[in-house]
């Protein structure tokens, strides 16, 4: 008797299906990285929902102002912006240092500790850090150092200083257009683009379309534009109202 020959692969066939794994990982890794990162905007959204949740709490408990002000304009304040870094960074008015401690961040987690029930809604899934960059020729740096803004400053999200500057809620005009805080930065973009995107958005224009998660004054929560950011905050942080954007110091 003969014995059968045990059949098997091919080089030729095992050459084909190593090509058809290999394109199937091709066009599924980018479909689960997006799904991922849908995912962690999910989480990101959820969070500034919760921040600004708390923040409408303590703004009932307090008689309806919010936290006392991190307004660099006013010196009894004893806030100002940070000394080791004078050229812009992202949400700089926003971000002051103690003026008898500049490595002490303006910190508004402690205000909204009694209200939350994990500080890890502070932490955007998605903060690397942003580092130092260069866009169009200028070199940007930031106070966090490229560490997760969350390490050095207990958030990744500001809290826009309007509201404290304003104080009292009945202050804010215009609610659903005043942002309560956002996203430092735009770090679901990537790193990389996040900085660009930064760095050229003009108020009330960008050109990188909704990408930074903002909460606002009446409670809701979304993806929105830098140049949007950029229209609260600069030159100066601004209060829109019935007739455009008013400065406040």
Not at 72 to 81: E, R
Not at 155 to 174: D, E, F
Request: aromatic share 10%; hydrophobic share 40%; proline share 9%.
């Amino acid at each position: 008797m003969h014995a059968t020959p045990k059949k098997g692969f091919t080089l030729i066939e095992l050459l084909v299906v190593i090509a058809i794994i290999a394109i199937l990982a091709a066009i599924l890794f980018p479909v689960f990285a997006q799904a991922r990162e849908k995912a962690r905007q999910a989480s990101c959204t959820s969070n500034v929902k919760q921040i600004g949740l708390a923040w409408m709490m303590y703004v009932q408990d307090f008689d309806e102002t919010y936290p006392p002000t991190n307004s660099t304009q006013n010196p009894a304040s004893g806030w100002i912006a940070n000394p080791s870094f004078t050229t812009k960074f992202p949400c700089k008015p926003c971000r002051p240092v103690w003026a008898l401690n500049p490595s002490q961040y303006y910190d508004p987690t402690i205000y909204a500790l009694p209200y939350i029930k994990s500080i890890d809604i502070f932490k955007c899934p998605d903060d690397s850090g942003i580092g130092t960059f260069t866009v169009n020729g200028t070199t940007y740096s930031d106070p966090s150092g490229g560490l997760p803004v969350w390490k050095e400053e207990h958030t990744s999200y500001c809290l826009n200083t309007v509201m404290t500057r304003v104080g009292a809620l009945a202050g804010i005009i215009l609610p659903s257009e005043t942002y309560m805080g956002a996203e430092v930065m735009s770090f679901h973009l990537g790193k990389g683009d996040a900085q660009v995107a930064w760095a050229t958005a003009k108020p009330g224009i960008s050109n990188i379309g909704p990408r930074r998660i903002a909460y606002f004054c009446d409670g809701h929560a979304k993806i929105t534009s830098d140049g949007f950011i950029a229209s609260q905050c600069s030159p100066q942080p601004a209060l829109p109202t019935d007739s455009g954007l008013v400065p406040v110091y």
